[in-house]
């Protein structure tokens, strides 16, 4: 039996604010989608050396799991408020399942404490030029945070703690979404491959794309591929959600036609379920940013998205993939794809 006096003194709460010149949009997705790429995985998670990245799935729920070379996960903590470009809060229990860390025994919470803790100690030991205690490790990664935040741009300042992301300003803006429910007249794994492939994209979205599909892997479509580079569509977006035939994710700009806001990314997310022979796709778009042109992007998208794009996927379906030296306006869908961050998540 584990006796109190084992388990050890109970340790204050870690608080750190940064300051960095990205948007509450940007930033999120940063910590969030990009989470593999600042946080040093060879040094500090469970796998150690042979940890290829980190993944945080975005949604209340969400798993948060290290992805070894082999391709084992394991598990570091899971989402507990996902609020975009507003609000992340995080359960960390590394090396433990979700249901394992939700006892209501104190003791046994307290005992799984002790563990996290000493597990923690040897991470912040890994590696031979490695921080040397906890508090060099927190110094390191806030430190690595901020550089990859500031990007050189002047944008507006927020805060960020290292488990609790609390972004200023809860604007609307952040509170608005782009969705939609769509019946697309066949099976998941067909529907699927239209999004996630070279190919598949070249039927409905856009003449031909570039997808490598993996998390953080590339995902280009290209609306007009004789022009040149950054003016092609959109270039180089980052896959950042990806669960076969289930749920698929990547970054997305804003067109050149506004180009104050083009450098900075939304999160389109698209959940397959099956619906008999058909597949029934949820479509959103969210991490928008405030101000006169990130609305005009909005209504952009909100006409792009639900009059050509996802009208275009039915259509391909039906009537087979689209000719691009022809292509006209396909039916859109009904009304607008706009809706508050509350409304979508009831759906």
């Given at each position: 039996m584990t006796k109190i006096e084992d388990i050890g003194p109970?340790?204050?709460?870690?608080r750190k604010t940064i300051t960095v010149r990205r948007t509450p949009a940007e930033a999120f997705e940063?910590?969030?989608?990009?989470?593999?790429?600042?946080?040093?995985?060879?040094?500090?998670?469970?796998?150690q050396a042979g940890t290829e990245t980190a993944v945080i799935e975005p949604r209340v729920g969400g798993a948060i799991y290290e992805i070894a070379a082999d391709g084992e996960r394991a598990p570091w903590g899971h989402v507990r408020v996902w609020e975009p470009g507003v609000r992340f809060v995080m359960a960390w229990h590394p090396g433990h399942d979700a249901s394992e860390a939700g006892s209501r025994d104190p003791l046994r919470r307290r005992g799984?404490?002790?563990?996290?803790?000493?597990?923690?100690?040897?991470?912040a030991e890994a590696g031979d030029e490695g921080p040397r205690d906890a508090r060099q490790l927190r110094t390191g990664l806030g430190l690595r945070v901020r550089d990859l935040l500031q990007g050189g741009m002047r944008m507006n300042r927020i805060g960020i703690a290292v488990v609790l992301l609390a972004l200023a300003g809860r604007a609307a803006a952040a509170q608005r979404v782009l969705t939609a429910e769509v019946l697309v007249p066949a099976p998941v794994d067909r529907v699927w491959a239209a999004w996630t492939t070279n190919e598949g994209i070249a039927t409905f979205f856009a003449p031909s794309g570039k997808v490598d599909l993996r998390v953080d892997g590339a995902y280009?479509?290209?609306?007009?591929?004789?022009?040149?580079?950054?003016?092609?569509?959109?270039?180089?977006?980052?896959?950042?959600?990806?669960?076969?035939m289930k749920r698929f994710a990547f970054t997305w700009s804003a067109p050149t036609s506004i180009p104050s806001v083009r450098s900075q990314r939304t999160i389109v997310t698209l959940d397959f379920a099956p619906a008999?022979?058909?597949?029934?796709?949820?479509?959103?778009?969210?991490?928008?940013g405030e101000g006169a042109d990130w609305d005009k992007a909005y209504d952009y998208f909100d006409n792009a998205w639900g009059r050509i794009v996802l009208p275009r996927l039915v259509e391909r379906f039906k009537s087979g993939p689209v000719d691009w030296k022809y292509a006209g306006m396909p039916t859109p869908l009904d009304g607008s794809m706009k809706k508050a961050l509350a409304e979508a998540d009831q759906r």
């Open positions: 109970y340790l204050e709460p870690v940063i910590f969030t989608a990009r989470f593999g790429s600042w946080w040093p995985v060879k040094k500090f998670s469970l796998h799984r404490r002790h563990a996290r803790r000493a597990r923690a100690s040897r991470l280009s479509v290209y609306f007009n591929p004789e022009a040149k580079p950054g003016e092609r569509g959109a270039e180089n977006m980052r896959i950042v959600a990806l669960d076969p008999g022979e058909q597949t029934r796709l949820t479509f959103t778009q969210w991490g928008w």
